[in-house]
């Protein structure tokens, strides 16, 4: 994950650690030139602040925070301007929103693909392979993504349970047990019913897949795995969601592959056999 990224989608920073981080992303290139001493003063924070952060970013040391800070102004150097809410505007030609809305579409995908962890993707693909039973509990924005998956995974003989009524979803969390996993799909999971459904999850062992976007969640803390898409967008004031339904769409494309992967040949020779027009 993009380190700058990665920042952003944490909250867990003390005040002092906070000032070392907005020194982060207002002078970077300083951290890059400066060593450990020139950099607690330059920043007015202690060494042992420094250090606390790169801990809490599972960062080694000096040398690897600045580099990856260098890839990710390298990264960021490369990304346009784009106004997500609104990615074209009234006077704009068929052509002109064509090529606004490729933009849209590319800037979120490379955004997307920093956000995701691949160890997280890994222990995910995993944990879904181990499961007796897979239910998708999405919010309601997002259905059709979720029954993308459902599609692709019954495609190769894997029953996914796409639960979308509140009601529904707490009769189903009474039916699972641990060896059981639960994807949640919520952009920032503070609706009363998923706190109510994941205290039931969390009482009863059951392993939560969290699918969110970076803000900060009240469900972050139950999750045993946490995927991220894109959040550029407002949540009321734009056009359409456009730039979150891609990178949801994405990452569960992305799950679905590495899944499909893990028994290629197996998944592939079933999707042949049993193909259909």
């Given at each position: 994950?993009?380190l ?7 909250n867990?920073f ?8 907005d ?6 290139y300083?951290?890059i030139q ?28 000096l ?5 990856q800070?260098?890839e ?17 505007q009234?006077?704009?030609?068929h ?17 997307t693909?920093n ?5 997280v ?12 039973n ?21 495609e190769i ?5 796409v639960?979308k ?13 641990e060896?059981?996993?639960?994807m949640l ?14 205290h ?12 969110s976007s970076?803000?900060?969640t ?12 894109s959040?550029?967008e407002?949540?009321?004031?734009k ?9 949801l769409?994405y990452?569960?494309d ?5 899944y499909?992967?893990?028994?290629y ?13």
């Amino acid at each position: 994950m993009d380190l700058f990224t990665k920042i952003k989608a944490m909250n867990s920073f003390t005040e002092s650690e906070q000032t070392f981080i907005d020194f982060i992303f207002n002078h970077p290139y300083d951290v890059i030139q400066l060593n450990l001493q020139q950099l607690s003063k330059t920043s007015y924070v202690s060494i042992s602040t420094i250090y606390r952060v790169m801990e809490k970013l599972e960062i080694s040391g000096l040398n690897q925070l600045k580099l990856q800070i260098s890839e990710s102004l390298k990264n960021n150097e490369n990304l346009k301007n784009i106004d997500y809410n609104y990615p074209f505007q009234k006077t704009n030609t068929h052509y002109q929103i064509l090529t606004q809305m490729l933009e849209l579409y590319d800037q979120t995908l490379k955004n997307t693909i920093n956000l995701i962890d691949l160890d997280v993707l890994l222990h995910t693909v995993q944990a879904l392979k181990k499961a007796n039973n897979i239910y998708i509990f999405p919010s309601i924005g997002n259905y059709f993504m979720a029954e993308s998956f459902q599609q692709n995974m019954l495609e190769i003989g894997v029953k996914v349970d796409v639960i979308k009524e509140a009601y529904y979803q707490h009769w189903h969390v009474q039916l699972c047990n641990e060896n059981d996993i639960v994807m949640l799909i919520s952009y920032a999971g503070r609706t009363p019913q998923i706190m109510d459904i994941v205290h039931d999850l969390n009482k009863k062992n059951i392993p939560i897949i969290l699918i969110s976007s970076t803000i900060h969640t009240p469900i972050d803390q139950f999750a045993k795995y946490h995927l991220y898409f894109s959040s550029y967008e407002d949540s009321e004031e734009k056009i359409a969601s456009f730039s979150s339904r891609i990178s949801l769409q994405y990452l569960l494309d992305c799950t679905y592959a590495c899944y499909f992967n893990r028994d290629y040949e197996k998944n592939l020779e079933y999707k042949i056999k049993n193909y259909i027009d």
